[in-house]
């Protein structure tokens, strides 16, 4: 039996999760409160997270897609400013240094498959990750403001 609700139940959480982040994007798009100060407040929330002491790997990660979300913000408010010959060599950078940060997940992931808890293993690979993305971030942000 077909599920015509099914379906339109679907369809309307893609759309509603589209116009969320959509908004979400927006709205850091045109205020750009997305500064240095915000990646201090990152890094102070997750070091408080790791103090608790409880969920460590949570703590890693949730870090880990605040510094991932914070450089795909960054990243388009500088692609905005610059003209055509500025926006291709910036995608340019940008591609060369994805290939970068996928062979250091790599290398970061095998490096720590030897490690026997596989809490702690997923626990440093967000880590590393994060701090990998961060210094993107930073980068990025120093061409931003200048």
């Given amino acids: 039996m077909f ?4 379906i339109y139940n679907t ?4 759309l509603l999760k589209t116009t969320l982040f959509s908004l979400f994007l927006l709205s850091g798009y045109c205020t750009f409160s997305q500064n240095i100060a915000t990646v201090n ?3 102070s929330l997750y070091k408080a997270c790791l103090t608790h002491g409880k969920d460590l790997e949570q703590c890693s990660e949730k870090y880990y897609t605040r510094m991932d979300s914070m450089l795909n913000v960054v990243y388009k408010a500088l692609l905005a400013r610059y003209d055509k010959k500025g926006k291709a060599t910036l995608k340019s950078e940008q591609a060369d240094w994805i ?3 996928d062979t250091y997940f790599d290398k970061a992931a095998k490096e720590d498959s030897a490690m026997s808890d596989a809490g702690d293993k997923q626990m440093d690979i967000a880590d590393k990750k994060a701090g990998y993305v961060r210094k993107r971030v930073l980068i990025l942000l120093n061409r931003l403001t200048y």
Wanted: hydrophobic letters at 20%; aromatic letters at 28%.
């Fill in 3 to 6: 599920c015509y609700f099914c």
């Fill in 11 to 14: 369809y309307d959480m893609r």
């Fill in 41 to 43: 407040k990152y890094d």
């Fill in 99 to 101: 290939i970068n940060r």
